[in-house]
């Protein structure tokens, strides 16, 4: 009898960080396929901050939801031949008993990665979910023209690092909040930012006017930070309401934040682009990636048993890039 490993939320989480015994593993007998299923072995499994904001009013137990990317292992279904790449809404478990129907919470439905050349890891990271946050966010939301001013908090993450990357592809003066010295220079020397600011030791204001006003703010963290970029910016700017991680697993979430100049500022989710446009997003990633336009930073923690703490890892800071786990 085969066995598949899986993690239960057992325990609300009760503070911003989850505690390691919030998790179980579980095992779980594989079923015989029936006709229409498939079994996918789990390759590169995400962590992503949504692991957190969406905890909050949901009952326990639960399965830990999420992206992962795996290999077909088994198959009764033809358009998901053994062997075929699969990234599905699955989970954190180790092996998924699938059909062509999306899951019932997040409505994915299983698919074929379009990574090409360059690592199946980055289906779940700049060519999956993140990346596409990042590509339409800034450009359907932001709308970033040449020689803009553009700024984006949690800048060293899978998100952030993107939007930066992207903003500078099209012209634009960039800058870039992250939580460390590493994440800054790797934002500066590496990633080709204009200007980047650890928040937790610099006086934000004070940086910001010595980078001048801001044209289009990407905001993933909310809160303190987020007030005092709106208040830097340039009358007629956009900005994109993309995550407000700072506010997760607070009493009171994300209060109404406002510019003092008149801006357009729109909350948006990913799943708001069908999925032509967010397939065109990525076949722009990718060509970008392949012709080395971008880099795609990752964080990647080995072994399964490793969830829970990269989970942990990243709400803390610790990741480069895209945060996930190879199994
Ligand atoms: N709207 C949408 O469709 C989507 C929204 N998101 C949102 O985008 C944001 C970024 O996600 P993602 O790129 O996957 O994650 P990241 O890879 O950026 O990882 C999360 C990062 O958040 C930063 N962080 C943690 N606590 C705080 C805090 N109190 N203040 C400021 N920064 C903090 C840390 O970086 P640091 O070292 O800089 O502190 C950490 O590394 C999140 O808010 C997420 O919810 C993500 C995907 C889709
Ligand atoms: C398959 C589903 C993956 C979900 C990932 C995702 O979209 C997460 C996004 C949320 C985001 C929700 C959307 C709108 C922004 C509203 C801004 C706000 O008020 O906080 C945000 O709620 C937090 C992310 O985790």
Redesign the pocket.
């Known amino acids: 009898m085969r066995k598949l490993r899986k993690y239960v939320v057992r325990k609300a989480f009760k503070d911003y960080l989850p505690e390691r015994n919030d998790f179980e593993i579980v095992d779980e007998v594989i079923p015989a396929l029936n006709d229409g299923e498939f079994l996918v072995k789990a390759e590169y499994i995400s962590v992503?901050?949504?692991m957190r904001?969406f905890a909050d009013g949901r009952d326990v137990p639960y399965d830990q939801f999420g992206f992962q990317v795996g290999k077909v292992v088994d198959s009764r279904n033809s358009h998901y031949p053994a062997d075929i790449h699969v990234v599905s809404h699955s989970g954190w478990r180790d092996f998924s008993v699938l059909t062509a129907e999306p899951d019932p919470m997040f409505n994915v439905t299983p698919y074929r990665p379009h990574t090409g050349s360059l690592p199946i890891s980055l289906a779940i990271g700049a060519l999956g979910?993140?990346g596409i946050?990042a590509y339409l966010?800034l450009t359907e939301i932001c709308d970033p023209k040449e020689n803009e001013t553009v700024c984006v908090?949690?800048?060293?993450?899978?998100?952030?690092s993107l939007v930066g990357q992207i903003a500078k592809l099209k012209g634009c003066t960039v800058i870039g909040?992250?939580?460390?010295d590493h994440?800054v220079n790797m934002l500066l020397n590496e990633l080709g930012f204009d200007y980047a600011f650890n928040?937790?030791t610099t006086n934000v204001k004070e940086a910001l006017n010595s980078t001048g006003n801001i044209d289009c703010y990407f905001d993933?963290?909310?809160?303190e930070?987020a007030k005092i970029i709106l208040g830097n910016m340039k009358e007629h700017g956009r900005v994109a309401i993309?995550?407000?991680?700072?506010t997760?697993g607070k009493k009171s979430r994300r209060k109404a934040l406002k510019a003092p100049v008149s801006v357009k500022m729109e909350?948006?989710?990913?799943?708001q682009w069908d999925i032509t446009k967010q397939q065109a997003a990525v076949s722009q990633l990718r060509d970008w990636l392949e012709s080395g336009a971008i880099k795609a930073k990752e964080t990647i923690t080995n072994g399964f048993e490793e969830l829970p703490d990269t989970l942990l890892a990243?709400?803390?800071?610790?990741?480069v890039?895209?945060?996930v786990v190879k199994v």
Request: hydrophobic letters at 30%; charged letters at 10%; aromatic letters at 12%.
């Open positions: 992503d901050p949504y904001s979910m993140p946050t966010g908090t949690s800048a060293g993450g899978a998100v952030g909040f992250a939580g460390s994440k928040y937790k993933n963290v909310g809160g930070l993309c995550g407000s991680i700072s997760y909350a948006f989710s990913f799943t990243m709400l803390k800071g610790e990741n890039g895209k945060a």
